[in-house]
């Protein structure tokens, strides 16, 4: 596929929720809340405009991926800046076709000649590792409630750039929001009905 990877102009932003919604609908939740909190994230302190990126093919987008400012905070308190990744969306009937492996070799490529230390991300590993991302606990990494499971992952960008950052980490408050919010926001879109979760992402 010819596709094309540019960075996201506003008038695209109202496109890409959708796609983000399209793409996690009923996938872990009913419903679902990843179009909201990439609407918060591009009015968060951690918004990095250089890497909100899309795919266009045919002159119609077709996938999305955003990663913001986040950080690590050791046991002395000091805090390190990293990237959190996602929400990341490629079209649900164009999947598997190799636009998402473009939009994160893109995104990864950009953030490492930024200067940023390490890339950090929710998701499924056997996906993941073939871009580099390996288990945070190789790092010393733990989430915010001191855990490490599998899909809980880190790419070092640049050698040794992640050797002195350990400690707990902490994506962007979008990311918390309360229900009323979600369920105002999604008013915008066109109605879709809730249903059980295809991907059970229990960790326990």
């Known amino acids: 596929m010819n596709i094309e990877i540019r960075n996201t102009a506003k008038r695209d932003y109202k496109s890409t929720e959708n796609l983000t919604r399209e793409a996690f609908w009923n996938l872990y939740n009913p419903g679902c809340s990843e179009h909201f909190i990439l609407h918060k994230l591009r009015e968060s302190k951690g918004y990095v405009e250089e890497l909100d990126l899309i795919a266009i093919h045919k002159g119609e987008l077709v996938g999305h991926i955003i990663s913001t400012k986040a950080k690590v905070i050791d046991a002395k308190g000091n805090?390190?800046?990293?990237?959190?990744?996602?929400p990341f969306a490629v079209s649900p009937n164009l999947q598997g076709k190799g636009i998402g492996a473009k939009l994160i070799k893109q995104s990864i490529k950009k953030a490492n000649e930024m200067g940023f230390s390490g890339m950090i991300l929710f998701g499924n590993p056997n996906y993941y590792s073939r871009f580099g991302f390996v288990n945070a606990q190789q790092f010393e990494i733990t989430t915010k409630d001191g855990q490490n499971f599998d899909p809980f992952m880190a790419l070092e960008l640049g050698e040794n750039r992640l050797s002195n950052v350990k400690g707990t980490f902490f994506e962007d408050s979008a990311f918390e929001f309360d229900e009323s919010?979600?369920?105002e926001f999604d008013t915008q879109f066109p109605v879709?009905?809730?249903?059980?979760?295809k991907i059970d992402i229990s960790h326990n």
């Open 79 to 86: 805090e390190h800046q990293v990237l959190c990744v996602g």
């Open 192 to 197: 879709k009905e809730k249903g059980k979760p």
């Open 181 to 183: 919010e979600l369920n």
